[in-house]
């Protein structure tokens, strides 16, 4: 299956560092346990506004002065790596479901 907007139909891998109680933290557990497809937001390095607006189908909308992609996708895996003395680890890996949006900064 060829996924529009993609180069091919790999995951996308996203590291993090969990911190106990986050509750976006918890929300993604949720949604990896739920297997349910939602909006996710890439945005580039070449500025640091972050999202603050949902467009009319409650999807957030890029900042003006940054780069971004933007793409459907359910969370297929999570993992957690846990050493003694550091922080705790993870990473999600997304399964895209659809075509991806450049929102090049103006």
């Known amino acids: 299956t060829n996924i ?3 180069a091919d139909t790999g995951d996308v891998s996203v590291p993090f560092i969990f911190y106990d109680g986050s509750a976006p933290h ?3 557990k949720a949604l990896h346990d739920s297997g349910a497809v939602r909006g996710w937001m890439v945005g580039l390095s070449d500025a ?10 409650g999807q957030l909308t890029a900042p003006t002065d940054r780069t971004s992609f933007t793409f459907l996708a359910s969370i297929s ?7 003694v003395g550091d922080v ?3 990473t999600m890996t997304l399964k895209p479901t659809g075509s991806t949006a450049l929102s090049p900064a103006a």
């Open 88 to 90: 705790v680890r993870g």
């Open 26 to 28: 918890i929300a993604a």
């Open 77 to 83: 895996n999570m993992t957690f790596d846990v050493a």
């Open 4 to 6: 529009t907007g993609f």
């Open 48 to 57: 640091t506004t972050a999202p603050s607006a949902f467009d009319s189908d």
